[in-house]
């Protein structure tokens, strides 16, 4: 899927773009129901407004005894404050029911995208910035509880009183509004057409916005960078480039949308004047009373009134709708990695995990013609201890991307314990897996919660003693709340080692019977690297391991290292032999072995 930014609208979607809001608000079904009947009996309240004005003009007014004329008066007062109370009633209620409705949908949309946006896999966010999917799930979300919550309801209400008004203006005046509803179905067309235009502006105004959100998003997490090569102005500069490209789009919809607005309240009021005036002149020639007239005011106020709030909410309907086109876009991403239709089960894990990969051959989506892995094999036994050496770029993090099934292969076969793991599901395949990555990442929540993260049901116990073997327990319990205290956004309060050690305790409390170890150690000074090593070794007894290393003094111990390059496997043995046979390992050794000796 490309960057959404980078998408145009279809020419021939419109409001229609609106109707993929249906699957979240059929649950409501009931409540929108409940919504309309409090706006139809508000419109049609407001709509006896002026009937009840013309019977006090017409009736209340002509008794020639003051008494009764006063008493007349009073009903008729009293009359249109009951109508006042059942306006204010009903408008309460429907306000109630409309906002509610559009907070509950909004939060359906926002944990629906979320919940389908993390399960896609990494080839989703190769060409989708994190920065352009928190727009859609902040700006585009609120345009839709505008629309659902306020905009549609207002909509709606206004049709109705619109119609109302309309009908009783022609059952009024017949031949004069005729004329009046053929000069307002000329207002319509035009502004229908124009709208279009607005529609297509606003999705573009809401991709420069989520352009602008890419950039913060992207530069706020690597702050410590940009300030490190002085880059603070050149990103300011970027992000008001940016924002000034989003602030011009908008203008051009504001612009437009200011038009759209101006022509439809002038040629409707126009119509309307026309209306009144042929009214007056009835009034004069006495063909209607002064309360007749009086209710033809206040119908075409109505009426008035309720065009140019409908200019209004069409023009939040079209930001809407490119708002929800947004966001169908990605709940309609497929990930590449799939689910198995029938998933089968391996049986409980006894000590470490057989690994099997044979005659893989993959690249990366992003990369067709850069090859990964080539006719790859390599057969891993239960409890075994696996180091994969060899240059940048040979292939070493994509075999644990495979086995994590990030990406399936373009041809060859993978087998957890003798099952082929495109057969498993990804939960079943991920919970047999512990993984050490290079890049720790630490949650923005105490250091107790976040070890607890390889397990969520572990005690308190179990989580300070994985943290132990991790050799954490110390530096974790001198923190100012221990295991209580907040670690910060990526664990900025901690440093580089304190990570790592963070994210070893997690993969030790998991327990997998695989563990996938890439660089564990990279972030180690060497005595913690040398404490921690010796905990990983305890942590890899019973269990199968997989050990990603460029400092190779920590693999020598390995069962077996496999030694790659380009992609293809070009040495296999223990340490002693690789060295006697003066290969590639033997090169690369004894370079780190040298610039370790003359440091």
Known sequence: MSTASSSTPAPGKSVKSISGLGPFLRPYRGRIVMALVFLILAALTTLVLPLAL???????????????????????????????????????????????LGERITADIKAAVYAHVIKQSPEFFETTQSGEVLSRLTADTTLIQTVVGTSVSMGLRNVIMAIGALVMLVISNPYVMAQVLGGLVLVVLPAVAYGRRVRKLSRASQDRVADASAIASEVLNAVPVVQSYAAEQREADRFHTATEGAFKTGERRIRARAVLVAFIIIATMGALLWGLYQGTQAVIEGR?????????????????????ALSEVYG?????????????????????????????????????????????????????????????????????????????????STIFQLLLRFYDPQSGHIALDGTDIAHLSLGDLRQRIGIVPQDSTVFSTSALENIRYGRPSATDAEVKAAAAAAHAHDFISALPEGYGTFLGERGVRLSGGQRQRISIARAILKNAPLLLLDEATSALDTESERAVQAALEAAMKNRTTLVIAHRLSTVVNADRIVVLQDGHIVDVGTHTELMARNGLYAKLASMQFDNAAAA
Request: avoid cysteine; hydrophobic fraction near 45%.
């Open 54 to 100: 013309r019977t006090l003009i017409d009736e209340g007014m002509v008794s020639a005894d003051p008494g009764q004329r006063l008493m007349a008066m009073r009903d008729h007062f009293l009359a249109l404050f009951g109508v006042g109370v059942a306006m204010g009633v009903f408008s309460a209620s429907r306000y109630y029911s409309v906002t509610w």
């Open 316 to 396: 939040d309907i079209l930001r809407a709708a490119g708002a929800t086109e947004r966001l169908m876009e990605l709940l309609s991403a497929r990930s590449s990695i799939q689910e198995p239709v029938q998933a089968l089960r391996l049986p409980a894990p006894h000590g470490g995990s057989s690994v099997t990969l044979k005659q893989v051959v993959f690249h990366y989506p992003s990369r067709p013609k850069q090859t990964a892995l080539n006719q790859f094999d390599l057969t891993v036994s239960p409890g075994e201890t696996i180091a994969i050496v060899g240059p940048s770029g040979a292939g070493k």
């Open 288 to 308: 209607i009373s002064a309360g007749h007239m009086g209710q033809t005011v206040v119908y075409a106020i109505l009426l008035l009134s309720s065009f140019a």
